[in-house]
């Protein structure tokens, strides 16, 4: 089959947040850049975000970048690197500033300077006090940040291929990263994207989980063509989860419903909380009414049929008071749960947010895989940025508001690197081999070809709910293994999926069977490397790895301050050293810790 | 020239989960008996911005333009 090539210095993949700060880097640097995106732009999933962008301006209290590393790195629970820490900590308030050039409508002081709240596990003088960091655009700040850079790279001549999803990497048979092979939905016609670098800002597979917070577009499609390219993916059990998400939906239920006077109750109406948190009960931290709720359901206390999901009650509050004070979820519960909430309980779970791990990368956005003793090679030509690579800043845990500031720092990051290397001459077009696109036209033609096979639906909802079961936000060593061979299982079933509908264009079964292929990688990833994990740290909670006093949390230094590397060729792991060293000689590494609130 | 459906079910596809459910229980429900003309309508309430199409949806926000006003009403049935 003929396939048709575009030649670019760089080619891009996603265009949420870390894709179009790359982008920009490189076209008003001259350099002629391609993104690849299936969505428009503005409609990438970096909208949802809220909450705001970090940066220690010190607008509104006292503040400076050692204390923003120092909350960081415990907030990752001391797996983050230190050294990529500091670079993205340093970098803020540069990168927040370009970003007010650049229009980004930021919430302003009575003088005129950015306004500044407080977020949580944000601190002065290291963990002392609350600091106001969060640097916000009313409540879209994603939004107006996506707005911003997308306007900047339309004056800057980005090229977008609107629509197109990208298949497979393309590797030389000495490892260097050539570019891509991507499909144009409009006409199923698929091309080869070559290109002197190439970088995945493709976001997080948060649709691995059956709750999830994520958009439907979130499968992850950068680390499922990293993993089938032989890359390793990093620190893939490290996912954050809220507390409350409405059952069998996702959307989240904000803190404030209980806030409000919101009761937890498991199957027989006991308001279980009062068991795990005396004291503050309802309104104990995330970590704490998660695992409540889980205990309950794998205690056979749930609701519903299967058990599986506990209710948030405000039937005890006044019509008035939700009418008033709570209107965005009743609304949401009407919608998603089809219950009103003055008259019934809201079915809740642990739901799936944001992705800790990724493609691996260092601090310049280049893509690291061990190779010859060094644990962090360079990828010649492939780069990396935002929630689809692993640098690492987030380590086991991420603090709200940093994924605005790791998107928009490592995506110019990644993009200095290619502009210097491209200005210095280290980056050229190397030959494509011949059999550049035959992986991806296999598996375009192994789908057009199936008979007797699964459908899509069934296979990716059995990886979801055996992803919610066995590797969610509350792990337990059986569910874990008994996890890895339903998986293992599942994704042989993944390779025989069928697709009704044939058809070239606009095929959006065809998109959503590709789009399987990249999830059911990050399933893998995942809990392999959960199971492999036996201490508790950050976001991975394990049962048999309690708080002692040996091991704080049942964080097992000795044993466990180390990355884990996750291979797609024979389902492997490796390990490689955790960075303690910071970038320069200005800030002494942090020192381990137990991490307390 | 009519419009391509396939790629209206697809433009479905948006930046808010909020959004994917309900377009996923429109595009079950309603998608394949829309007529050439809702089909417009609807291509054209597409290009909104994710948060205020889905303000309108859930009414916090009153629908900002008649065209739009039977779509919305479709995509906000529970």
């Known amino acids: 089959m003929n396939v048709a090539k575009r030649t670019f210095d760089a080619v891009i993949v996603g265009a949420g947040g870390a894709g179009l700060r790359a982008a920009l880097q490189l076209s008003e640097s001259g350099l002629k850049t391609a993104v690849l995106t299936k969505v428009f732009p503005t409609r990438s999933h970096t909208v949802a975000a809220q909450g705001g962008v970090a940066a220690s301006l010190g607008n509104s209290t006292e503040d400076n970048w050692h204390w923003h590393m120092y909350d960081t790195v415990k907030g990752s629970d001391w797996l983050g690197d230190q050294d990529a820490i500091e670079f993205m900590c340093r970098k803020a308030n540069e990168v927040v500033v370009e970003l007010e050039h650049y229009g980004m409508p930021f919430d302003r002081t009575d003088n005129g300077k950015i306004y500044q709240r407080p977020f949580g596990g944000h601190s002065q003088n290291y963990g002392q006090s609350p600091v106001s960091r969060s640097c916000a655009a009313a409540d879209r700040t994603g939004h107006a940040m996506l707005h911003a850079l997308y306007q900047r790279n339309v004056r800057a001549n980005t090229q977008f291929f609107v629509e197109w999803m990208a298949l497979d990497l393309i590797r030389d048979a000495d490892g260097n990263v050539l570019g891509v092979t991507a499909m144009e939905l409009e006409t199923g016609e698929v091309s080869i994207f070559h290109a002197k670098a190439t970088i995945f800002a493709t976001g997080g597979a948060g649709r691995i989980f059956h709750s999830s917070t994520n958009a439907f577009i979130n499968t992850g499609d950068g680390l499922g063509m990293a993993a089938r390219a032989g890359v390793p993916l990093e620190d893939m059990e490290f996912w954050q989860f809220h507390p409350t998400g409405v059952f069998g939906a996702g959307v989240l239920i904000t803190e404030g419903v209980r806030g409000e006077g919101g009761i937890l109750r498991n199957g027989s109406g006991e308001r279980f909380m009062e068991r795990y948190a005396p004291n503050l009960k309802d309104l104990a931290s995330r970590d704490v009414v998660s695992r409540a709720m889980t205990t309950e359901i794998n205690e056979g206390r749930g609701c519903g049929p299967d058990k599986d999901h506990v209710l948030l009650d405000i039937t005890h509050l006044s019509p008035e008071t939700i009418m008033k004070r709570l209107p965005g979820i009743r609304e949401i519960a009407i919608q998603f749960a089809g219950v009103d909430p003055i008259k019934a309980p809201i079915p809740v779970v642990p739901t799936a947010h944001y992705q800790m791990g990724g493609i691996p990368t260092n601090y310049k956005g280049q893509v690291v895989a061990p190779k010859d003793g060094n644990p962090n090679a360079p990828v010649s030509g492939f780069y990396a940025a935002g929630e689809c690579a692993c640098a690492s800043v987030h380590g086991a845990n991420r603090l709200g508001t940093n994924s605005l500031l790791d998107l928009l720092v490592f995506g110019k990051s990644a993009g200095e690197t290619v502009v210097e290397d491209y200005k210095r001459g280290a980056l050229e077009l190397k030959p494509l081999p011949a059999d550049a696109a035959d992986a991806s036209l296999a598996r375009l033609a192994r789908l057009e070809g199936q008979t007797g096979g699964e459908s899509v639906h069934e296979v990716g909802l059995e990886m979801r709910r055996t992803m919610q079961k066995h590797a969610g936000v509350f792990r337990f060593d059986n569910l874990l293994k008994e996890g890895v061979t339903r998986i293992l299982e599942v994704a042989e079933r993944a390779k025989r999926t069928e697709i009704k509908d044939k058809s070239k264009v606009w095929n959006t079964a065809r998109m959503e069977a590709l789009e399987l292929d990249n999830l059911i990688e990050v399933a893998k990833a995942t809990i392999v490397s959960a199971e492999a994990r036996k201490e508790s740290r950050g976001a991975h909670v394990r049962d048999d790895a309690p708080d002692t006093a040996e091991f704080p949390n049942g964080r097992n230094d000795n044993e466990w301050l180390k990355h884990t590397l996750w291979y797609r060729d024979g389902n492997r792991l490796e390990y490689k050293p955790v960075t303690m060293k910071p970038l320069s000689q200005e800030v002494e590494p942090i020192a381990l810790a137990k991490r307390t609130y | ?78």
């Open chain 2, 1 to 78: 020239m009519s419009i391509d459906r396939g790629r209206v079910r697809w433009q479905c596809r948006r930046a808010l989960l909020e959004l994917d459910l309900v377009f996923a229980r429109f595009l079950e429900r309603d998608f394949d008996r829309l007529t050439e003309g809702q089909l417009a309508d609807l291509e054209d309430l597409l290009r909104c911005e994710d948060h205020d199409l889905w303000a309108m949806v859930n009414g916090s926000k009153p629908c900002s333009d008649d065209r739009w006003k039977e779509m919305i009403g479709l995509l906000g049935q529970p």
